[in-house]
């Protein structure tokens, strides 16, 4: 299933830029100056479903949903920890309900690969998945992380160098046919959620978008700066490093994913662009 088959529920507003300043009249000119500002460093946890449909293979022979997460797992850490290795880390799994994997935050990449190996997925459906544990424990994790001005993102640069902290989640969901619930107040907003989501294609015993909808309004619902949702029900890895690698953007620097274009898959040229009849560049506006 593509990415235009499943809309995203709405706008989702325009990112904060609280505390920034512009000039549009220095010199007499119709210059904009965007004074400067700190943006803090993530603790980001990784919450990944570890139910049955994990194991689903994808279109690589012999490679599983699980297997294709913890390689782009692996990207994403590195990719992170080049761009600033103040960035720290946690690992916890959904089956029914949230449980730990490695609680304690860490810059330190071997730590990472040791718990991205431990993860294993059950062989039986586990059910209906409740996010409100998981939310109540990255509620916690963010209060902490903001006593060290840190952010939380659940999943989440720049090259300010110091103390101060985000917390992030990042949601990786598998299963096609149950939607995520949960209970959780509109007004406490203290990290950000991004969800990755990988699915079989619709059918008689499955419905994708709604289980894609139930996951935007969750998003919705509880992210503190814009959060990121992709999906893909094409089976493809590269997909999925593709849409891991937007979730490397900070929350505190994000457009809105609807005014967000990248990255841009080139097609070959027409035949009248060969022609010279046409000479702008076609993109794929599929995913």
């Not at 039986?124 to 060290?148: I, M, W």
């Amino acid at each position: 299933m593509s990415s235009s088959s499943l809309p995203k529920e709405g706008n989702r507003g325009k990112m904060k830029m609280e505390g920034i300043e512009g000039d549009a009249t220095v010199g007499g000119a119709g210059r904009y100056i965007l004074n400067p500002t700190r943006i803090n460093s993530e603790d980001i946890i990784f919450c990944v479903d570890v139910d049955a449909e994990s194991l689903v293979e994808m279109k690589t022979a012999g490679v599983t949903r699980l297997d294709s997460i913890k390689q782009a797992i692996l990207l994403f850490v590195n990719s992170k920890l080049s761009i600033n290795p103040d960035h720290r880390f946690a690992f916890a799994t959904l089956s029914k309900t949230v449980s730990w994997l490695r609680k304690e935050f860490s810059s330190d990449v071997e730590s990472t690969i040791a718990a991205v190996r431990a993860l294993s997925a059950t062989t039986v459906s586990t059910g209906q998945a409740d996010l409100t544990n998981l939310f109540r424990l990255a509620a916690h994790e963010a209060k902490k992380s903001r006593a060290q001005n840190r952010i939380l993102r659940v999943v989440r640069i720049y090259f300010f160098s110091s103390s101060n902290q985000l917390l992030s989640l990042i949601l990786i969901y598998c299963r096609s046919s149950i939607r995520p619930h949960h209970q959780w107040p509109v007004n406490q907003k203290l990290f950000t959620l991004d969800v990755m989501y990988l699915h079989d294609k619709p059918g008689p015993d499955n419905c994708p978008q709604a289980v894609y909808d139930a996951l935007v309004d969750a998003l919705e619902h509880v992210s503190e700066y814009e959060g990121y949702i992709h999906e893909s029900g094409h089976g493809l890895p590269r997909t999925l490093f593709r849409f891991m690698s937007m979730l490397l953007s900070h929350p505190q620097q994000r457009c809105p994913q609807d005014d967000c274009d990248i990255p841009k898959p080139l097609m070959k040229k027409s035949a009248e662009s060969a022609n010279g009849e046409d000479n702008n560049v076609h993109v794929s506006t599929s995913r």
